[in-house]
């Protein structure tokens, strides 16, 4: 990886092997997690979701892990190709002073798949 | 359906001008907000609403109004245009959140509007 500041994380992967980006969070009463992918000049899409009281779930090609000890979150991409190239967000659904649910995001990782 | 829609999508406006994103979805959610990303960084939202005449403002929700007078519709104002809110604004909508175990939880984001303010 590099960059840091200003700049986003930057993981780079060869195509065909397999990517994990990593999330921390600071809310223990966080109750549901959410991974999204952003593609340049475009909204974030949607990719994978868990609960607070699972530790993993597997969709087409991903894997999300929660470690709740240590807040932590990761995003496993498998046989990366070269559309995985996007910045990856985790989100937090986390409950605001007036008592609603909102969703928050982290700072983003940014994926690039090299053929 | 069209999903969650923006306008414009890109605008100019000078110090002290006034303004209004529309965002508008035909999916029947209930929870539509609005969010802005400033380069490099993660997605900060500014204000929700969990249906309709119902709203609540977010992390950083100053120098922002908002509305919802119908489901569909959850247009943006900006009082007073400050070069700090120079940014990308997204708009998305979902079901409501509820406590988690009924999942359902996807956001479907607009396209976004990039604002400039000189």
């Known amino acids: 990886g590099e960059s840091v500041g200003l700049h986003l994380p930057t993981l780079s992967v060869q195509e065909g092997d397999n990517s994990i980006i990593n999330c921390a969070y600071s809310n223990s009463a966080s109750d549901y997690f959410i991974w999204y992918k952003q593609e340049s000049g475009k909204g974030p899409q949607f990719i994978i979701d868990?609960?607070?009281?699972?530790d993993k779930r597997q969709g087409q090609r991903v894997t999300v892990l929660l470690n709740k000890t240590v807040k932590h979150l990761s995003l496993q991409i498998a046989a990366t190709q070269p559309g995985d190239s996007a910045v990856y967000f985790c989100a937090e659904i986390i409950r605001l002073d007036t008592g609603r649910r909102a969703l928050t995001f982290g700072s983003g990782t940014r994926l690039q798949v090299q053929p | 359906n069209a999903g969650v829609t923006q306008t414009p999508k890109f605008q100019v406006l000078k110090t002290g001008q006034s303004m209004t994103l529309q965002c508008a979805q035909d999916?029947?959610?209930?929870?539509m907000s609005w969010y802005r990303q400033d380069p490099g960084m993660g997605l900060r939202l500014i204000h929700y609403s969990v249906g309709a005449g119902i709203t609540d403002q977010g992390e950083v929700p100053n120098g922002y109004n908002v509305s919802r007078s119908t489901t569909e519709d959850f247009p943006l104002r900006l009082l007073s245009a400050a070069p700090s809110q120079t940014s990308v604004y997204f708009c998305?909508?979902?079901?409501?959140?509820?406590?988690?175990?009924?999942?359902?939880?996807?956001?479907?984001f607009g396209p976004g509007t990039r604002l400039t303010v000189t």
């Open positions: 999916m029947n959610h209930e929870y």
């Open positions: 998305a909508s979902s079901r409501a959140f509820r406590v988690a175990g009924d999942g359902g939880h996807e956001q479907y």
């Open positions: 868990i609960r607070s009281n699972m």
